[in-house]
């Protein structure tokens, strides 16, 4: 099984910049899609980006593209969601996934999360 640690959220003013870091354990973490969704207090968890698995592609949710950036090193079994130009909306939890499926994990049916890292932007 994989073990995901989430890290980096923390509270900035609107349009500044935040990055994130999920940490993996194991030896296996090239072999999953990773990604990263959000929830808002009294919101569903939503979709944020994703990533294959040796980070030739990515996605992104309509309202983070252009503003995020969802990159990998699997040598250190890291994933990273740069955050620019942040909202007051982008306030949410955010949580780390890993899925051999990349399109089960943009659905939500990642296998393996983190415990999720706070982001707070104030106006």
């Known amino acids: 099984q994989v073990q995901l640690v989430e890290s980096g959220g923390g509270l900035v003013q609107a349009g500044g910049s935040l990055r994130l870091s999920c940490a993996a354990s194991?030896?296996?973490?090239?072999?999953?899609?990773m990604g990263w969704f959000r929830q808002a207090p009294g919101k569903e968890r939503e979709f944020v980006a994703a990533?294959?698995?040796?980070?030739?592609?990515?996605s992104y949710a309509d309202s983070t593209k252009g503003r995020f950036s969802i990159s990998r090193e699997n040598a250190k079994n890291t994933v990273y969601l740069q955050m620019n130009s942040l909202k007051p909306e982008d306030t949410a939890v955010y949580y780390c996934?890993?899925?051999?499926?990349?399109?089960?994990?943009?659905?939500?049916?990642?296998?393996?999360w983190g415990q999720g890292t706070q982001v707070t932007v104030s106006s």
């Open positions: 990533i294959s698995l040796g980070g030739v592609t990515t």
């Open positions: 194991g030896r296996t973490f090239s072999m999953y899609a």
């Open positions: 996934a890993a899925d051999p499926n990349v399109g089960r994990l943009r659905e939500g049916g990642g296998v393996y």
